[in-house]
Nanobody
Framework: QVQLVESGGGLVQAGGSLRLSCAAS????????MGWYRQAPGKQRELVATIFNSGSTNYTDSVKGRFTISRDNAKNTVYLQMNSLKPEDTAVYSC???????????????WGKGTLVTVSS
């Protein structure tokens, strides 16, 4: 069984920074991509950033230039460095991983439980 555990959320003032971490544990053969989603109260969940096994990254427009996603493949951990935070960044941030648990089976997506980020004005 694969588990994703996020950490690093909290309360920060506008303009501040936070660094989120998500560690994947369990039987993992290879990881295709890892990413961060967020869901603000009353809004749909949105994809914030993705990092692929190649190292390439994607960001939603609202965080470009402020957030940086990175990963440590040896530790199966993905990070989200969030700078210049705004009140509209307030949300529950969840980690997602698309990975293989065997060499022959299809990849599957796993989710963490999420960590709350609150940005005060």
């Amino acid at each position: 069984q694969v588990q994703l555990v996020e950490s690093g959320g909290g309360l920060v003032q506008a303009g501040g920074s936070l660094r989120l971490s998500c560690a994947a544990s369990g039987i993992i053969f290879t990881t295709n991509a890892m990413g961060w989603y967020r869901q603000a109260p009353g809004k749909q969940r949105e994809l914030v950033a993705t990092i692929f096994n190649s190292g390439s990254t994607n960001y939603t427009d609202s965080v470009k230039g402020r957030f940086t996603i990175s990963r440590d493949n040896a530790k199966n951990t993905v990070y989200l460095q969030m700078n210049s935070l705004k009140p509209e960044d307030t949300a529950v941030y969840s980690c997602n991983a698309d990975l293989h648990t065997t060499s022959w089976g299809p990849s599957m997506r796993y989710w963490g439980k999420g960590t709350l980020v609150t940005v005060s004005s």
